[in-house]
Structure formats: C-alpha cells, structure tokens
C-alpha cells in the first residue's frame, strides 16, 4: 500500500536569505543574491568571472566556534539548514532508530581539501589539520546532521552533481515508503565558490560573464543568456508519512508526492538535446504520484541559464505536456538565487511546496526578451496560481547525465 508521504518543515541559508521564509520573501521581491567577489584572490588569480551568489548569511556566523571550526563550509551550511527544518517540524519526539538522513552534496568539501593542500605545500605535513579528511568527504553534511539530531535510522549521501538534492528527496520519500524511517531530513549543501571552481567552468564557458551587472547575470529562457552564476547554500526539508504526522499534531506545508530518476547516458556534460531522460522522470514522477500530466498546475524548471540547456529542457516539457505547456506557469528561479550545484534542488522543493500551499508562482527576473525556442509562461512578478488542488513538479538536472523530478502535491 502506498503511503502518502507530507512536509512538515523547511530550512534553508541560501544567497538571498538565512532561511527558508526569508529566501521565500526574497524570492518573491525579485531580489538577486549574485553580487561581485570581495576576495583578495579574484584579482591576485586574475579570474574571468568576478562574481558569485554567496551565502547572505555566513554560516560560522550562526553555529557556535567549537562546531564550526570542525565542519567545512558545506557542512555548516547543511546543519544551520537542519536545525531551522527540524525546529520548524516542531522538534518532532521520536525514537531515533526511527529518523533517517537522506542528504546530498555535489562536490563535497572542496575549501578543506584545497586549503589543506595549499597548508602541505607551503608549510609541510605537520601543519596538516588532523580532521582534515572527516571534514573534506562527501558524506560529512550527512553525519553532521545525524550526529546532531541522533538520527539512527541510517544516514545516507548522494552526489548527482546538479541534480543531488532532488534525488535525496526521491530516496527519502522510497525509504519512508519502505518503512525505513517514520521521519527523514532530507535535502543538499553545496560550498563551492572557489577559485579553482570559478576558473574551471569559465573555461567551460558554462559560467555568465556579465561582471559589471552580477545581479542580471542569470538570465533563464533570455535570448541573451551566457551561462550560469555559481551559489552556495544549504536546503532541508523534514518529510514524514502523513500517519505520523497527524499522530503528532504538525503542521503539513504539501505531500512529496512522488518522484523519478533516470541516466541520459549521452554526455558527461551536455544533455541529451531531445530531453529524453529528463522527460521519463517527469512522467515516473507523475506515476508515483497517480497523476497525469493534465493534472500539473506549475512547473520549477531546471533553467540554469546556459544556451544548451535551457532549451534541452523546454524540449523534455514539450514531451510530456505537448502544448499544454505553453499555459502552465513556469518558475525558474535560479535567475534570483544562483546555481547551488547540489544544493539547489532542495531549496527549489522548498520554494515549490510554498508555491503550492500558497497558490503563486514565484517569479523569474531577468528576462527580457524571451528565446522563441522557450515558448514557456513565465513572469516577473508572482502568479497566482489559483484555489483549486494544485500538483506542481520541480526538475533537477546534472554533469553526468543525471536527472531528478519531484511532485509536490497542495493538501
């Protein structure tokens, strides 16, 4: 029997706000979180791209020292992240055999292996912090979380590149329905503004260059776009059988109502042009959920705001809404928040389960004029979205030839 499957909380630092409701206001404001570098290294490395969508809020900023000092970036992201969803869930009292972690990460602890090998170099093996390697892996966000929270259940990481986030919330929502956990915090973190990072996707030439606008950088379906901004920040969302949560008395912001991952197997950057894979994890999305395609009310797109992708993806929606998709309202909200690599599809879960509990489209800024190739509804103001049931899905594509899609279902 399938369970049904509720968000009960949300917790997000991300560039345009220290937490989820913030990012949300932010969101909704049109607000940009990409601004320019203020690093020494910009102009010592003299790098191409001078611009970036930090974090608005420094995560050592708001975990105690002695915690801070022993997790990279990513992880205190990821916990400062867990900690606002956890208390936003209502501290949820639960035997912790019975609270899983389901997180994700792109690349992992980059500032931590890069400045322990800058400390190898330059002044030797000694000086080598001896956390070096628990803070630099993949998993530590993962273990941050469950150390703090005594989550037993099992504590889980993925790393999909782009689309880590969203595939965490996939699994989250397949443990729950196996019985593997009554509760999961779910969601990715991402700390990888760096100039290793920087200097690598502009040789890419996957990174915007408008340095002297940072704020109109991201500019998604515009028939001026020139790649994508690099962000930083964490997004955790506390999904839970629906069972439990009335059990509990919580609040439900909308059901996780199914999800879907498929492999392009095309290219280990580009995506396949015909959207072939990104359209049958809508479809199995929608499936999970008992869902047609006629039953979706709006769309997160992917939309980084590279010239190849975009369109890759509005050619995936074609396959499965036809020209229905012309009508449904399109977010892509990575224009105002950046590209949080393995992080950004959580904060798009969040900011869809918001769309759907409140019934309005966030809006997407910078655009222009529109690629005639993205014959998508998209606005730069919200959309309200209107009183019926809504079933919204947000997409979630990376390096690799991954892809992830979510639904999300108003209750």
């Given at each position: 029997?399938?369970?049904?499957?509720?968000?009960?909380?949300?917790?997000?630092?991300?560039?345009?706000?220290?937490?989820?409701r913030?990012?949300?206001?932010?969101?909704?404001?049109?607000?940009?979180?990409?601004?320019a570098?203020?690093?020494?290294?910009?102009?010592?490395?003299q790098?191409?791209?001078?611009?970036?969508?930090?974090?608005?809020?420094?995560?050592?900023?708001v975990?105690?020292?002695?915690v801070?000092?022993?997790?990279?970036?990513?992880s205190?992201?990821?916990?400062?992240?867990?900690?606002?969803?956890?208390?936003?869930?209502?501290?949820?009292?639960?035997?912790?055999?019975?609270?899983?972690?389901d997180?994700?990460?792109g690349?992992?602890?980059?500032?931590?292996?890069?400045?322990?090998?800058?400390?190898?170099?330059?002044?030797g093996?000694?000086?080598?912090?001896?956390?070096?390697?628990?803070?630099?892996?993949?998993?530590?966000?993962?273990?941050?979380?469950?150390?703090?929270?005594?989550?037993?259940a099992?504590?889980?990481t993925?790393?999909?590149?782009?689309?880590?986030?969203?595939?965490?919330?996939?699994?989250?929502?397949?443990h729950?329905?196996?019985?593997?956990?009554?509760?999961?915090?779910?969601?990715?973190?991402?700390?990888?503004?760096?100039?290793?990072?920087?200097?690598?996707?502009?040789?890419?030439?996957?990174?915007?260059?408008?340095?002297?606008?940072?704020?109109?950088?991201?500019?998604?379906?515009?028939?001026?776009r020139?790649?994508?901004?690099?962000?930083?920040?964490a997004?955790?969302?506390?999904?839970e059988?629906?069972?439990?949560?009335?059990?509990?008395?919580?609040k439900?912001?909308?059901?996780?109502a199914?999800g879907?991952?498929?492999?392009?197997?095309?290219?280990?950057?580009?995506?396949?042009p015909?959207?072939?894979?990104?359209?049958?994890?809508?479809?199995?999305?929608?499936?999970?959920?008992?869902?047609?395609?006629?039953?979706?009310?709006?769309?997160?797109?992917?939309?980084?705001?590279?010239?190849?992708?975009?369109?890759?993806?509005?050619?995936?929606?074609?396959?499965?809404?036809?020209?229905?998709?012309?009508?449904i309202?399109v977010?892509?909200?990575?224009?105002?928040h950046?590209?949080?690599?393995?992080?950004?599809?959580?904060?798009?879960?969040?900011?869809?389960?918001?769309?759907?509990?409140?019934?309005?489209?966030?809006?997407?800024?910078?655009?222009?004029?529109?690629?005639?190739?993205?014959?998508?509804?998209i606005?730069?103001?919200?959309?309200?979205?209107?009183?019926?049931?809504?079933?919204?899905?947000?997409?979630?594509?990376?390096?690799?030839?991954?892809?992830?899609?979510i639904?999300?279902?108003?209750?």
């Amino acid at each position: 029997m399938t369970k049904k499957i509720v968000i009960t909380g949300i917790g997000a630092t991300s560039p345009i706000g220290g937490t989820a409701r913030e990012s949300w206001e932010a969101l909704l404001a049109g607000e940009s979180g990409a601004r320019a570098l203020e690093h020494d290294w910009v102009q010592e490395l003299q790098l191409p791209v001078t611009f970036a969508a930090e974090a608005k809020v420094r995560p050592d900023s708001v975990l105690d020292r002695p915690v801070a000092k022993r997790l990279d970036p990513s992880s205190q992201l990821a916990l400062v992240a867990a900690k606002e969803a956890f208390a936003d869930a209502g501290s949820p009292e639960i035997d912790p055999e019975r609270l899983g972690v389901d997180f994700s990460t792109g690349i992992g602890g980059l500032w931590t292996l890069l400045d322990a090998w800058d400390t190898l170099r330059e002044r030797g093996p000694r000086r080598v912090l001896p956390m070096t390697v628990p803070m630099l892996m993949p998993n530590a966000p993962s273990a941050a979380i469950s150390m703090h929270f005594e989550a037993r259940a099992y504590a889980r990481t993925v790393a999909a590149a782009c689309a880590s986030s969203t595939e965490a919330l996939v699994n989250a929502y397949e443990h729950l329905q196996a019985g593997l956990a009554d509760v999961v915090l779910a969601g990715g973190s991402e700390s990888a503004i760096h100039p290793l990072t920087l200097a690598a996707f502009s040789s890419m030439q996957a990174l915007s260059r408008r340095n002297d606008d940072p704020a109109t950088a991201s500019r998604p379906y515009d028939i001026t776009r020139d790649g994508f901004v690099m962000g930083e920040g964490a997004a955790v969302l506390v999904v839970e059988t629906e069972e439990h949560a009335l059990a509990r008395g919580a609040k439900i912001y909308a059901e996780l109502a199914g999800g879907g991952v498929t492999a392009d197997s095309y290219h280990i950057t580009a995506p396949e042009p015909e959207g072939l894979g990104a359209s049958r994890a809508v479809h199995m999305a929608l499936e999970a959920a008992g869902a047609t395609p006629d039953e979706v009310t709006h769309i997160n797109a992917h939309a980084t705001s590279t010239p190849v992708g975009d369109v890759a993806e509005v050619r995936a929606l074609e396959r499965v809404f036809g020209e229905r998709i012309r009508e449904i309202p399109v977010s892509a909200t990575k224009a105002a928040h950046g590209h949080l690599l393995g992080g950004t599809g959580a904060l798009e879960a969040i900011f869809t389960a918001l769309a759907v509990q409140e019934r309005q489209a966030p809006p997407t800024i910078n655009v222009t004029e529109q690629d005639p190739d993205a014959p998508l509804r998209i606005s730069s103001a919200p959309m309200p979205l209107g009183d019926e049931p809504q079933l919204a899905v947000s997409n979630s594509f990376g390096f690799g030839g991954h892809n992830a899609v979510i639904a999300i279902r108003s209750v």
